[in-house]
């Protein structure tokens, strides 16, 4: 089924001047590009965001790092895209990532990887909300 996901591209990516070469990854790959803004998020509006991750021990880390910098957060479409631009991005820690895959080519460690996507549709449409009204979906 023809599918959205979120994607964000973290400060890290985003300092190294690196926006075009991820889309460009996820565009080969078949995804659609339907709502994308470059923003500055605080540490709270990061620590909303990544809630679910509160009781971690990086949890504190994680907020700052996406604080750190802009963030390009970004809805891509198409068929069976949260799995899809998992694929792409590679595993979390990119010591894990299979070559060619975003976090094997541009990330610098598991904290500073590049890139987050939802991990299943109903976190997708949470994550998507979050950031997006409807009128700024554009398919
Ligand atoms: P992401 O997919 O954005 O979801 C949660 C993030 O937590 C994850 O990517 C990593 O960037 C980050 N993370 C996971 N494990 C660690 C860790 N051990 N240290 C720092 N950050 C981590």
Do not use: W
Request: proline residues 5%; hydrophobic residues 40%.
């Amino acid at each position: 089924a023809v599918e959205r996901t979120l994607s964000i591209i973290k400060p890290d990516a985003t300092k190294r001047n690196l926006t075009g070469r991820i889309n460009a990854k996820f565009e080969d790959a078949g995804l659609r590009i339907v709502a994308q803004k470059r923003i500055q998020l605080t540490p709270e509006q990061a620590g909303v965001f990544y809630a679910v991750h509160k009781e971690r021990p990086f949890y504190g880390e994680l907020c700052e790092f996406m604080a750190s910098g802009p963030v390009v957060v970004q809805v891509l479409e198409g068929e069976g895209a949260v799995a899809r631009n998992r694929e792409v991005m590679g595993a979390t820690n990119p010591k894990d990532a299979a070559p060619g895959t975003i976090r094997a080519e541009f990330a610098e460690s598991v904290g500073e990887n590049s890139v987050h996507g939802s991990d299943a549709p109903e976190t997708a449409a949470v994550e998507i909300a979050y950031f997006f009204s409807g009128l700024e979906l554009v398919g």
